[in-house]
């Protein structure tokens, strides 16, 4: 299927949880399931100020592939903060 990709919306592992590889395990999953439906690429989206997802991300190959500001919060308060929602793509 050329061209197609999955896309990962909204993994969240609760504060608990966290520090036990439980991200790693669910982004691994998704990635593993979009390989065997044949997709050629994996695409998550977060916000910039994410660092512990940025930083999985980039562990497990991600690169950023573009960036917006487009958020689900305010546009105003984005802006203020400097929010930039950025586009990751891990082909796979």
């Not at 061209?3 to 669910?26: I, T």
């Not at 592939?65 to 082909?91: D, F």
Request: proline content about 2%; charged content about 20%; some cysteine.
């Amino acid at each position: 299927r050329r061209g197609s990709y999955g896309e990962v919306f909204q993994l969240v592992v609760s504060f608990p949880l966290r520090r036990k590889a439980l991200g790693s395990q669910l982004l691994q999953t998704a990635i593993d399931f979009c390989k065997e439906q044949g997709l050629m690429s994996v695409v998550l989206e977060t916000s910039s100020p994410q660092a512990a997802v940025l930083a999985l991300a980039k562990k497990m190959g991600f690169v950023q592939t573009s960036s917006h500001n487009n958020t689900h919060s305010s546009r105003w308060m984005a802006k203020l903060a400097r929010i930039s929602v950025l586009r990751m793509e891990k082909v796979i």
